[in-house]
């Protein structure tokens, strides 16, 4: 069992920046793929980032350049540094851990671009 606990959303001006974390808790964390999705009003959620066991990471081609996901296996917590945000960057974002064919999620963080 994962249970995903995510911090660091708010409201921030477009161009600003934000830093989500998720601290996850269990034992297995550093053999979990680590996910961060977003779900807009109205859409579909997204994925926006992930980071494998091994560091490997991935991003949506909307984040690419602006979102860096990272890891510390040591303090069980995942983040995601948002930079240049947008206003179409408005949405909950939610932690994803993916072990064993089982995906856990955190409850959710809401981040609000606007002016």
């Known amino acids: 069992q994962v249970q995903l606990v995510e911090s660091g959303g708010g409201l921030v001006q477009p161009g600003g920046s934000l830093r989500l974390s998720c601290a996850a808790s269990?034992?297995?964390?550093?053999?979990?793929?680590m996910n961060w999705y977003r779900q807009a009003p109205g859409k579909q959620r997204e994925l926006v980032a992930g980071i494998g066991t091994g560091g490997d990471t991935n991003y949506a081609d909307s984040v690419k350049g602006r979102f860096t996901i990272s890891r510390d296996n040591v303090k069980n917590t995942v983040y995601l540094q948002m930079n240049n945000l947008n206003p179409k960057d408005t949405a909950v974002y939610y932690c994803?851990?993916?072990?064993?064919?089982?995906?856990?999620w955190g409850q959710g963080t809401q981040v609000t671009v606007s002016s």
């Open positions: 994803n851990a993916y072990w064993r064919l089982t995906n856990y």
């Open positions: 269990g034992s297995i964390f550093s053999s979990c793929a």
